[in-house]
Structure formats: C-alpha cells, structure tokens
C-alpha cells in the first residue's frame, strides 16, 4: 500500500473536478435542486442530486494545493482537505435518500446520482488517507514526501 502523503492531494483533487463541474452543467439543464423542492440555483451553497455544494470543490482545491507546504499552511490545507473529504463521505451517505428523490423531482436519471455518490466515497477515502496524516504532523508530510526529521 501507498505511503500517505499531501503531494498526492493536489493530482486527486485536479483528476477529480471535472466532475462536479459535469454535474453543475446537468443540474442546470435538468434542474435538480438539493431537495425535491428546489431548483438548480442550490448547487453553489447547498448542492444537488448531481454536484456537491461547489464551494466545496474551490476549498479542496486550495487545501491540497496548501497541504503540499511546509508548518502551519501545509497542516492548515490538509485540515482543510480533511474537512472536506469527511463532508463528501457524508453527503454521499446520509444525504443519498433525499439525493434520490431530489433526482427524481426533477426527472434526472437515479444513476448518475448513484454515479456520483459513488465517486465521493472513493474520493474521499483517497482524500482522508493522505490528508489526516499530514494534519496530524505524521508520516510524510512535507513537499519534498520525507517525513519531518
């Protein structure tokens, strides 16, 4: 099994937004709210049956590219990083019953909801498993992939 380290954050992060961008665009064009009652407009701060809120995805972007850092900022954007992978986790979980019906109040197909519920349990595994070691100062945790000396 791979070593944890932060330097993996930021190439996770990279592969993984076109996804909630994808799922923005189809939200819009199916209009899929975060609740059977609501309506597009809620993918920036709520999210929906197809995205996460996209907040989430503009902080995780900075937290991996902040975690590959040295002190204070590297422990900051993995605890940024770890914050955000646990609210994926959790989305995708608790959160799927309602994603379900949101997706089809709107008549959007229950399978790119599962697609993306799906997609957020295996990132955020891969997520937490680099990110928590480095906010807790251990293992590989500096640019360079050493451990601290």
Known sequence: MPTPTPRRLLPIVLAYLPVPLAGAALSAAWNVGASPGGDSGDMFLRGTALTPPLFLPAA???GAA????RGRAGRAGAGIVTLVGAAFFAGSTANLPNDFAAARAAGSPPVLTAALAA???V????LL???VPALLGVGA???SGAAPA
Do not use: M, P
Not at 123 to 126: F, H, Y
């Open 60 to 62: 995780l972007l900075a």
């Open 66 to 69: 902040a975690a590959r850092r």
């Open 119 to 121: 997609v957020h349990i």
């Open 123 to 126: 990132l955020s595994v891969g």
């Open 129 to 131: 498993y680099n990110a």
């Open 141 to 143: 945790t500096h640019e």
